[in-house]
């Protein structure tokens, strides 16, 4: 089999998030996708961060548009910063046998090299980068080429879904509900849970 593995803040769970994995998994032929939401990021502060249950809660809402998407809370039941080289290796040992890619955004390729372990990431899992931004696909091939990885990395052209979690999380303090950027439930989840207020 062929597994997604695609972590973050979700922070709210958008559209931009769907997209990615829908266009990955179409692209590369995955079977499963899973989101795994982060527990302690290395990469931004969770001083935003609503409670863990429910950005699990959102992401199961919208794990049900799609049977290859599966949620695991593995990192969310750690106590440790959620670097991603152990979640790498516990779905390794959880598919022993089947291929990981490691699904990221644009933006994370280009700081790729700076994760704790990373060479060790591309030995057990190809990274998927999935293009956010118009024009970028040029610099992405760049990066690509100097980590010097063949055939780990591999980067899908889609169409640009630019969605900012933090100005959805801004907007919602201001009463504004983008549904062109949320799941209609994930709205009603966060109305009726007062989550971002």
């Known amino acids: 089999m062929k597994i997604g593995i695609y972590g973050g803040s979700f922070n709210p769970v958008h559209k931009g998030h769907v997209h990615l994995a829908s266009e990955a998994a179409a692209k590369l032929g995955l079977d499963?996708?899973?989101f795994i939401p982060s527990k302690i990021s290395p990469h931004r502060s969770t001083a935003e961060y609503v409670p863990e249950k429910d950005r699990l809660a959102m992401l199961e809402i919208v794990c049900r548009s799609d049977e290859r998407f599966e949620v695991s809370d593995y990192e969310l039941r750690s106590d440790r910063v959620s670097y991603t080289i152990y979640t790498i290796e516990h779905f390794r040992r959880k598919f022993p046998g089947d291929e990981l890619y490691l699904l990221v955004g644009s933006d994370m390729l280009l700081m790729f090299d700076k994760w704790r372990s990373y060479d060790r990431i591309l030995e057990e899992a190809v990274?998927?980068?999935v293009s956010r931004?118009?024009?970028d696909i040029r610099q992405l091939e760049k990066k690509a080429e100097e980590l010097n990885?063949?055939?780990r990395i591999i980067i899908c052209?889609?169409?640009a879904v630019e969605i900012?979690?933090?100005e959805i999380r801004r907007n919602i303090r201001e009463n504004v509900f983008d549904t062109c950027y949320l799941d209609e439930n994930v709205v009603?989840?966060?109305k009726s849970n007062g989550l971002y207020r």
């Open 127 to 129: 990274l998927a980068v």
């Open 133 to 135: 931004q118009d024009g």
């Open 32 to 34: 499963k996708v899973y």
């Open 157 to 159: 052209s889609t169409d």
């Open 149 to 151: 990885y063949p055939g």
């Open 164 to 166: 900012s979690s933090s």
């Open 188 to 190: 009603k989840y966060i």
